[in-house]
């Protein structure tokens, strides 16, 4: 079946660099990829997704790159920020349903 | 903005016992999900449901079952609760169509003791 497979598990960065997130994926039918963010506590929430049929997405500090080819997708971060610090989840859709299949996380924490 | 709603923040139960999970929403959403989230592992599916009585399981369904009699209810049980199914557990909705989003409950962090 469908597998997502995401790194680094964690990630440090100072505050204003740059922070990339990387997800692969098996399903070569797999046309949805949403990111979430989920902050200490709280719910995850969409932050930025991407469909097949395009390349780059971006909203502000925050971009998605997709790689049909390679099957694998990025997230960027520009300019981090302290409350950029959480845990970020990639996910695909399995073809043919409405079900997600989730990378197992990366904890990005944005240095002061 | 749609809300979903788990009934408990904190749960702590004993091996052994039966557990009920709620998660209701007010939308009329057709789609509902129920993962587990646990350190390392990310959201790992359990069950979902497209519709009233309909139930498909997802990647980890052993220890576990799931009711929907109305389509703003659904509700997860542990038949008999372990020790590892000690986690949190997000409810999730989603309009018709997988491009639509989730949008998550607020968790249920469960202790089996």
């Known amino acids: 079946g469908e597998n997502v497979e995401q790194h680094p598990s964690t990630l440090s960065v100072q505050e204003g660099d740059s922070a990339v997130i990387k997800c692969t994926y098996s399903?070569?039918?797999?046309?949805?990829f949403p990111w979430y963010k989920q902050e200490l506590g709280k719910r995850p929430q969409l932050i930025i997704d991407?469909?097949?049929?395009?390349g780059e997405k971006k909203d502000q500090r925050i971009a998605v790159t997709l790689n049909k080819t390679a099957k694998h997708f990025s997230l960027h971060i520009t300019e981090t920020q302290p409350e950029d610090s959480a845990v970020y989840f990639c996910?695909?859709?399995?073809?043919?349903?409405?079900?997600?299949?989730f990378g197992t996380g990366t904890r990005l924490k944005v240095l002061a | 903005d749609v809300k979903v709603t788990q009934s408990s923040r904190y749960l702590v139960k004993r091996t052994g016992e039966k557990v009920f999970l709620e998660c209701v929403q007010d939308?009329?959403?057709?789609?509902m999900f129920w993962y587990r989230q646990d350190p390392g592992l990310g959201l790992r599916l359990i069950y979902f449901?497209?519709?009233?009585?309909?139930?498909e399981k997802g990647d980890i369904p052993e220890g576990y079952s799931v009711s929907r009699e109305k389509k703003e209810r659904f509700s997860l049980i542990l038949e008999s609760a372990s020790t590892n199914q000690t986690s949190m557990y997000l409810c999730?909705?989603?309009?018709?169509?997988?491009?639509?989003?989730?949008?998550f409950g607020s968790g249920t962090r469960l202790t089996v003791v």
């Open positions: 999730a909705i989603s309009l018709q169509g997988p491009q639509n989003g989730y949008t």
């Open positions: 399903d070569s039918a797999s046309n949805y």
């Open positions: 991407i469909r097949s049929n395009v």
């Open positions: 996910a695909g859709t399995t073809s043919g349903t409405y079900k997600y299949i």
């Open positions: 939308m009329d959403h057709e789609n």
């Open positions: 449901s497209y519709d009233v009585k309909m139930k």
